[in-house]
């Protein structure tokens, strides 16, 4: 791919359709990639094969590509990336700075659930291979939505898994690799893994790659107060009702009401939403969706 000075990404796993809040990620990292006049890629993160829904990857597609989010180059999949996160454990086992876990999950539950040093009684014929987390291991990071974030990952996340001990790929370790080796400078996604950024900054530098910047939109939950979940039978966005589903989200984003002629069609509300989006408008809090779709509706009617 040419080079670029913004380049974004999709990253959906293919347990489910896309539901409300898996779009709202969609569009607004859509949104800013388009605004930077930059590139928006599509990576379908299928390396967790017990979770993948049959023929989720192709609903997902024909989702974005009905609300008119394209996207640009190929699709690529982690399931045919495996060499790639393997030469980047190599690296780490070679420079010491990853190692085989003999621990299991009931060992470590024992104390705490953090892993500082193995705990394991017993070898295990399938090890995992774990991240060496220094003490006092304190990452800190801006985010666009959030500012500063501080994490100890010693402390709070311990070493952490790479690769699991039932031969998978760790998520923390594929995602890293996907964005370095994509050219990847603006990760745009849910705040849910607003979390996990520590960790893999701490891996960008263990591995010697870029650190992108970092956007977290908001998550939208359920009536209960759970976050939406593709893989909790939440409801798929309905492609035949794109507008409505694009205002609201656009409000959900914290936007200011757009324009009647942006509401004639797919393609009018996106060409003016690219202009008017405004990343400090964006809430950092979570969402209710039934919240959200009563004031778009009250705001809509006005």
Not at 127 to 141: M, N, S
Not at 159 to 168: A, K, P, S
Not at 214 to 236: F, T
Request: glycine share 8%.
């Amino acid at each position: 791919m040419p080079e670029t000075s913004y380049r974004g990404r999709f990253a959906p796993s293919p347990t489910g359709p896309l539901h409300a809040g898996s779009m709202l990620a969609a569009l607004g990292s859509w949104l800013l990639a388009r605004q930077a006049g930059g590139e928006w890629l599509l990576r379908i993160e299928d390396i967790d094969p017990p979770r993948e829904v049959a023929g989720a990857a192709r609903q997902q597609r024909q989702a974005l590509d009905a609300f008119g989010l394209q996207h640009d180059g190929e699709i690529v999949r982690q399931s045919q990336r495996g060499h790639l996160y393997r030469a980047a454990l190599n690296r780490l086992m070679a420079q010491g700075l990853a190692f085989e876990c003999h621990c299991s999950r009931a060992e470590l539950a024992a104390v705490g659930g953090i892993h500082r040093h193995c705990v394991a009684t017993t070898p295990r014929h399938d090890p995992a291979i774990r991240l060496r987390v220094a003490d006092g291991c304190e990452i800190v990071f801006e985010d666009a939505v959030h500012g500063p974030v501080v994490q100890r990952v010693d402390r709070d996340v311990g070493d952490f898994v790479l690769l699991r001990t039932d031969g998978l790929w760790a998520y923390q370790l594929a995602v890293v690799v996907d964005d370095a080796e994509q050219g990847i400078t603006d990760v745009v996604r849910g705040a849910d893994l607003l979390d996990s950024t520590p960790r893999q900054i701490l891996l960008q530098r263990a591995l010697g790659l870029a650190t992108p910047r970092y956007a977290h939109l908001p998550l939208l939950l359920d009536d209960d107060g759970k976050k939406l979940s593709k893989s909790d039978a939440a409801l798929p966005v309905d492609v035949e009702d794109r507008l409505p589903t694009l205002r609201l989200l656009w409000h959900c984003l914290g936007q200011s009401p757009l324009p009647a002629d942006a509401l004639q069609s797919t393609p009018a509300f996106l060409d003016v939403a690219i202009a008017a989006f405004r990343l400090e408008r964006v809430p950092r809090r979570a969402l209710p969706l039934s919240a959200a779709v009563h004031n778009d509706s009250a705001t809509s009617h006005a």
